[in-house]
């Protein structure tokens, strides 16, 4: 019994010294493993007489148990002890800043912005989106629309011809969205009310021509049509779009082959140290060409002249989406800068709307 007493203080010493789970669990494998000296012990109980075996076994299972307790309570003190150690290794500054997720980080270009502004405020007004290809014919893209033989703008300086074809005729790169109003006025018959944004092309470059550009133009053609009607739509959508409650318009005479009368138009400004107020000051900026739509492209375009009549508008998207949210350079819009779109761009969940506010 004195042989079990200081083989037990023996184990439990070890125990307590044991400095990891290593050390510990050789302990236990010493005492309590298959050849372990406690299990030796167990396993000479099958030689003793039945009264030694009933003194001598409860001694070793009290001895094993003793044992059994404090590795397990060791093994605690120890898991406890690491863990403490790993936290104060790995500590974490919580004051760093979140990374932005995948979604957050996206921005929807202001080009993009901008045509969904301009579709809304006239589709507000009830008027339909039509589109047509990018890739022309000389007829639509000139000859309907009232440009006799040898204007300037069929020549190759202001028109990306492609190769001509064994007929001699020629497909070109749109030079404007009037090709889309007339593929309307032959597809559709009157009342039309429509507006034409996409992509056009012309031979340009430098700080506000781009040889790529985008337009929205807009046809209204009915029996009652007048200018009346075409300052009001113009007024109303530049009075949502620059988000002013009023604005002043100067329409002045000009000259355009597919309208006459034509007219450009001229708002209201102010421009303060960089900046351009609208819908006050006493400057005026010129935005957008306009016109009663000439009677020949009616013609050209099946529509009776003496019938019907009708007003078109364009204006440069690009254009407008500099002068509303302080782009100094068009060709800034087109280098896919991705820091220069983490400025101007919008988070896709928290667009400006026409409900909502377009500047919110």
């Avoid at 010493?13 to 493993?33: H, K, T, Y």
């Avoid at 309570?73 to 790993?86: G, H």
């Avoid at 009232?146 to 064994?166: C, I, L, Q, S, V």
């Avoid at 133009?217 to 113009?234: A, F, P, T």
């Amino acid at each position: 019994m004195s042989d079990l007493a200081t083989l037990e203080k023996s184990v439990l010493d070890d125990i307590a010294a044991a400095g990891d789970e290593a050390a510990l669990e050789a302990v236990r494998v010493a005492a309590l493993g298959k050849k372990g000296s406690i299990s030796a012990l167990l396993a000479t109980l099958g030689k003793m007489s039945p009264d030694e075996r009933k003194t001598q076994g409860a001694a070793i299972n009290l001895a094993k148990d003793k044992v059994t307790q404090a590795l397990a309570a060791r093994r605690d003190v120890l898991k406890s002890a690491a863990l403490d150690a790993r936290l104060a290794s790995e500590t974490i500054d919580v004051t760093l800043p979140l990374r932005e997720s995948a979604a957050e980080a996206g921005r929807i270009h202001p080009l993009s912005q901008v045509f969904e502004e301009v579709n809304t405020i006239f589709a507000d007004m009830g008027f339909a989106i039509a589109e047509g290809p990018d890739i022309e014919t000389d007829d639509y893209n000139f000859t309907k629309l009232n440009f006799p033989e040898g204007h300037p703008a069929r020549e190759m300086h202001d028109t990306f011809f492609f190769n001509p074809k064994e007929d001699g005729s020629r497909m070109l790169l749109r030079t404007h969205t009037s090709p889309v109003q007339v593929r309307t006025m032959l597809s559709q018959k009157p009342p039309i009310r429509v507006i034409c944004p996409g992509r056009t092309y012309r031979i340009d470059s430098d700080a506000t021509h781009t040889p790529q550009f985008h337009q929205v133009e807009g046809l209204v053609i009915d029996k009652g049509s007048h200018l009346g009607h075409l300052k009001w739509i113009l007024h109303e959508f530049c009075k949502a779009f620059f988000e002013v409650d009023h604005i002043n318009m100067r329409f002045r005479p000009s000259f355009f082959p597919f309208t006459e009368p034509s007219l450009e138009v001229d708002i209201q400004c102010r421009r303060d140290k960089g900046e351009i107020r609208f819908g006050e000051g006493e400057d005026w900026l010129e935005i957008l060409g306009c016109g009663m739509v000439h009677p020949n492209v009616l013609r050209a375009c099946g529509i009776d002249p003496d019938v019907y009549q009708g007003f078109a508008w364009g204006m440069g998207l690009d254009r407008i989406a500099m002068l509303k949210y302080g782009i100094a350079d068009l060709r800034q819009l087109f280098e896919s800068d991705v820091r220069w779109l983490n400025h101007y761009g919008f988070k896709p969940l928290d667009v400006p709307t026409l409900a909502g506010g377009l500047s919110t």
